[in-house]
């Protein structure tokens, strides 16, 4: 009887060793897609901007003129995307510009949206015309 509690428990403590834990995506900041960067015009107020987009990650404590929204997404410890939008906004507190770029995978998967059925995308069935 002995001998079976010790094997049941070697056997036990063999398979937590080789078992994998799963991570999960780790999402932190604002997700900003291209169609929010569209809709920013020049002039736009503060609270305008903030419906657009969010509120930011950080707000500048000692200028007033900048918002940033950052993303970044890990998996384990890789990071899979990362990005930073830096929103500048003039001395009368209105929005003038923004610096910064959305990774080149967040430009595809709003431009080419992928049939959910099949997860093809629907334009390649398209075949070009002839002129």
């Known amino acids: 009887m002995f001998r079976f509690i010790i094997t049941a428990t070697l056997l036990t403590f063999l398979s937590a060793c080789t078992m994998q834990v799963y991570k999960l995506k780790i999402q932190q900041g604002n997700i900003v897609t291209p169609d929010m960067l569209e809709q920013l015009k020049p ?3 503060k609270n305008q901007v903030a419906f657009v987009m969010g509120n930011p990650v950080l707000k500048d404590s000692f200028s007033t003129r900048q918002w940033d929204y950052l993303y970044r997404l890990e998996r384990r410890e890789d990071n899979i995307e990362q990005y930073h939008i ?9 929005y003038s510009h923004y610096e910064g770029e959305l990774p080149e995978e967040e ?10 059925k099949t997860g093809e995308n629907k334009m390649a069935d398209k075949k070009p015309q002839k002129a």
């Open 107 to 116: 430009k595809e998967k709003i431009a080419s949206p992928a049939d959910e």
């Open 86 to 94: 830096r929103v500048f906004f003039d001395q009368g507190q209105k």
């Open 43 to 45: 002039g736009m107020s």
